[in-house]
């Protein structure tokens, strides 16, 4: 069978099973402490949490994942072994609350045996038997069903069940949330295929997992203890690339001569006839001996394998609008390119190469994954733009490693093994490799010390998050919000619960409130809360965990009096700017999206009355032509004055092109926003009743705040028209100080830029006349030493080009010349020295000495030995260390 025919297999078999047949979820996960999507249950985990309720009782599908980085990562281990990949396909089907442990298991050995003919005989489960301090108790229930199954096919059940606990057959989602014991399915790939299960999670490319039940049935608390659940659910994930390897390695089971290898599949084969077709190399499926110690033929067949991950990995991210950059999951994907270019060099590969395996790629996966072929052109770009930066940075990384290797070092030390992984995307393996080929080991205990080192620090940003699952209990009492209403704005009725201090601020809490506060990018309202004569400002509202808003108290707050009721009023004017700023930037979002490309995704935002900034990723700078069209765009949407609308529906039930944002939370109802029809997204924010309220919409700003992710920022409504009135007056202002009408100033300003620079031309001139005439003047200074020409003296110079120019003409006029001039320069000493043959042969070499003299100005510096430039910060002393150096020679 081809991976195709496997996977429409899986869904029909489900499908007949009553289970609905779903799409793969995009690799970008919802929860904010994952870097990609890394396991099929990812998307259903506020299913199992019980914060949504799912649509559907039974489900299947098959989920991109990635495991590079994080808790889940097999980055180093792809290419050395044939069994692991940072992309792949896990084929699931799933259970909410429906059927449990009886029907997975059957099912999933029906499907193994009777449907894909797995040989039984070859086939092992595992079934949870806590180990001491392991929680749950044995899962006497799967062993009973395991039982009878294996007895009802002939099998001895006490060989062909194993036992395993809590590392191999507990699953977890995370410290806490829903987990449960699992049973696993494990298939014996050696030639006689008589190891009585003595492989089963040893770690051997000849035994296989193919199939994880998950049985969710406990949840994992804060404090360590595990309570069951009021409705247990079944959670299954088995590799594609897994079974279909194993059928095309065994043809179909017919023979158990040739090592297992994922690779040997389909999915793989288009890529490597692309490589064979760059490199002329043929891949020979070879797997090496010892990983640290090459031979040739292992090398290339490594390459070819992480070529042929790495990838399926760039382009399926990149088509999810995950690009590569500097941080977080963006930084992980880098890496992984770069490993992959790397590697590819190592086949003697062009640059550009890796860009070109995306069309086999692409045409491989598109019938699956039709958001490829969508996004090919941007698939295309990013690879091209990402390879051609990393092709400038590898000859960086490659100095620094030959620069090693002259210091004939007995290993490379784990610094700067970290150093050549870091900075330049040298992995680990491939230093080993190149370390080998030298007679050189890696201190690997120094390279992970610093990487732990690395590691800490990204612990200590990431996002935290506790999860619990809900039941029904009740928590916290959240304020009712009342301000999505104009007429609620203003002298609300409601009642003051209480005063609460924090961090020496008051803050008041309502029973209901007109105040939106803070949260999802915009910022919260300010106005007034009166309670009789008392009237107290309120500066900012914001948010707790279980959504009571916080209204903080300007002074006088102590007078106000809780359990009474109150009169409140939010900024009016305050609250239209910040919806202005606030609708705009969903109108912003859809123009981005239309001229730029669906890959462009929220990645933060900012509305407030001034202004709105947002963040978004792309991987290059905008046009100025996108720019003026992206503009224009979200100005003739405004004139259009289409009605904003907002409703909320059921999650599961929101219209397909609604967006949702990376990192939220949503709940089983969310709110529409829908602008006009054309720019639909779930957002709880406030908003303006109609586009013409937002007047004028500029775009002030578009830069990189890191690579892969750009901002904008922009005005609009009464923020706008400021803007725009500020720049009338510098216009006006401008038109007065040039004597020229406003139509008039261009002309008028190239006028001046003209004679500016035949001014500066004229004075070039001179300049360099005087040079001249000054040089011969200093060389009248020179002495000789041995019959070399030498000058050694303190310049005058504005900056370090000029005391170049100053320097080259000096050193022009010289015989056999040595020439060591320096200049103070913005509180800096500059120092040039100049060499020639002469004098390089009677070793004076200009860089040497530059490294010397800068050295005791407390600088730095260095170069060729006929020339070399450097600096420090002792400006006092350049006299004095000129004049020791000429009297020391």
């Not at 009169?567 to 910040?578: E, F, K, L, Y």
Request: aromatic share 8%.
């Amino acid at each position: 069978m081809t991976s195709d025919q496997i996977r429409q297999s899986f869904f029909d078999f489900f499908k007949e099973r009553e289970h609905a047949i779903l799409p793969s979820a995009s690799l970008m996960p919802t929860a904010p402490n994952l870097l990609f999507t890394n396991a099929g249950m990812n998307p259903f985990v506020p299913y199992f949490l019980g914060d949504r309720k799912a649509p559907w009782k039974r489900a299947a599908d098959t989920q991109k994942c990635i495991r590079a980085g994080g808790k889940h990562n097999d980055l180093d281990d792809v290419g050395l072994d044939t069994y692991h990949q940072t992309f792949f396909e896990m084929l699931g089907n799933w259970s909410f609350g429906d059927y449990f442990k009886e029907e997975a298991i059957e099912w999933g050995w029906d499907l193994l045996t009777k449907v894909w003919k797995f040989p039984k005989e070859r086939l092992y489960v595992t079934v949870y038997k806590p180990g001491e301090g392991d929680p749950a108790d044995f899962d006497a229930e799967a062993y009973a069903i395991w039982e009878r199954i294996l007895k009802a096919d002939g099998l001895d059940p006490k060989e062909r069940i194993l036992f395993g606990g809590k590392k191999d057959n507990f699953w977890m989602m995370g410290e806490t949330g829903p987990c449960g014991p699992c049973s696993e399915i494990h298939i014996d790939l050696t030639e006689k295929g008589d190891t009585g299960g003595k492989l089963v999670n040893a770690d051997d490319p000849f035994c296989i997992e193919i199939w994880n039940l998950v049985f969710i049935q406990f949840n994992a608390e804060e404090d360590g203890g595990f309570r069951p659940l009021k409705n247990r659910h079944v959670d299954t994930g088995m590799g594609l690339e897994r079974v279909a390897g194993i059928l095309a390695t065994t043809d179909n089971f017919s023979d158990f001569s040739r090592p297992p290898s994922n690779y040997n599949s389909d999915l793989f084969t288009p890529i490597f006839e692309k490589i064979t077709a760059m490199s002329g190399l043929e891949y020979g499926a070879s797997l090496p001996a010892n990983p640290k110690k090459l031979s040739e033929a292992e090398m290339r067949d490594v390459a070819f394998r992480v070529l042929g991950d790495h990838i399926r990995t760039l382009c399926c991210s990149i088509a999810d609008g995950i690009l590569p950059g500097n941080e977080g999951r963006n930084y992980v994907l880098r890496r992984i390119l770069r490993r992959a270019v790397l590697f590819g060099r190592r086949l003697n590969l062009k640059p550009g190469f890796f860009t070109q395996l995306a069309d086999p790629l692409i045409t491989r996966m598109e019938g699956i994954f039709p958001e490829l072929r969508e996004q090919q052109t941007v698939i295309r770009k990013v690879l091209a733009s990402e390879e051609a930066a990393f092709d400038r940075t590898i000859d960086r990384g490659i100095q620094l490693l030959e620069r090693i290797f002259e210091g004939k070092p007995s290993q490379i030390s784990g610094e700067e093994a970290f150093e050549l992984y870091d900075t330049y995307g040298f992995p680990l393996d491939l230093t080993e490799i190149l370390a080998h080929e030298r007679g050189l080991k890696v201190d690997n205990a120094g390279f992970e010390k610093a990487m732990e080192a690395q590691r800490e620090r990204a612990r200590a940003a990431q996002q935290k998050t506790v999860i619990r699952v809900s039941e029904g209990q009740a928590g916290g009492e959240a304020t009712a919000f009342v301000g999505f209403e104009p007429e609620r704005l203003s002298d609300h009725a409601c009642t003051l619960l209480e005063v609460v201090d924090h961090g020496g601020k008051a803050f008041a809490l309502l029973d209901s409130s007109p105040f939106y506060a803070e949260m999802g990018g915009q910022v919260g309202d300010t106005g007034t809360l009166q309670q009789d004569s008392v009237k107290v400002a309120i500066t900012d509202t914001i948010k707790d965990e279980s959504g009571q808003f916080l209204h903080q108290l300007g002074e006088g707050g102590e007078q106000l009096v809780p359990g009474e009721t109150a009169q409140v009023s939010v900024d009016r004017p305050r609250r239209h700017a910040i919806q202005c700023h606030h609708s705009a930037t969903h109108l912003l979002h859809w123009a981005l999206r239309s001229v730029l490309g669906a890959h462009v995704r929220q990645a933060g935002s900012l509305v407030d009355p001034d202004r709105l900034r947002f963040d978004f990723s792309h991987f290059e700078a905008l046009t100025a032509a996108q720019i003026e069209q992206i503009e224009g765009m979200v100005n003739a949407r405004i004139q259009e004055n289409a009605a904003v609308q907002w409703y909320e529906v059921p999650f599961d039930q929101k219209p397909e092109d609604v967006i949702a944002f990376f990192g939220e939370k949503y709940g089983d109802t969310v709110r529409v926003v829908d602008i006009g029809g054309y720019s639909r997204e779930l957002c709880g924010g406030t908003h303006v009743q109609a586009t013409g309220e937002i007047g004028f919409f500029k775009l002030t700003s578009e830069s990189a705040i890191a690579a892969g992710t750009r901002r904008i920022e922009a005005v609009a409504g009464p923020a706008a028209l400021r803007w725009a009135k500020q720049r009338f007056s510098i216009v006006e202002q401008l038109a007065q100080n040039l004597s020229a009408r406003p139509d008039e100033l261009l002309q008028r300003i190239d006028d001046l830029n003209q004679r500016l620079r035949s001014s500066e031309r004229e004075l070039k001139s001179l300049k360099g006349a005087q040079s001249s005439a000054k040089a011969g003047e200093i060389l009248d200074q020179s002495v000789d030493k041995n019959g070399l020409q030498v000058l050694a003296c303190k310049l005058e110079a504005s900056n370090p080009n000029e005391l170049k120019t100053l320097a080259t003409k000096i050193f022009a006029k010289m015989d056999k010349g040595l020439l060591v001039v320096g200049a103070a320069i913005q509180d800096k000493a500059t120092l040039i020295a100049m060499a020639s043959p002469e004098a390089i042969a009677d070793g004076f070499k200009a860089g040497d000495i530059i490294r010397e003299l800068t050295a005791r100005l407390d600088g730095r510096g260095g170069g060729k030995p006929d020339f070399a430039m450097g600096g420090g910060s002792r400006t006092d002393s350049i006299d004095s260390v000129l004049k020791g150096w000429l009297n020391a020679l």
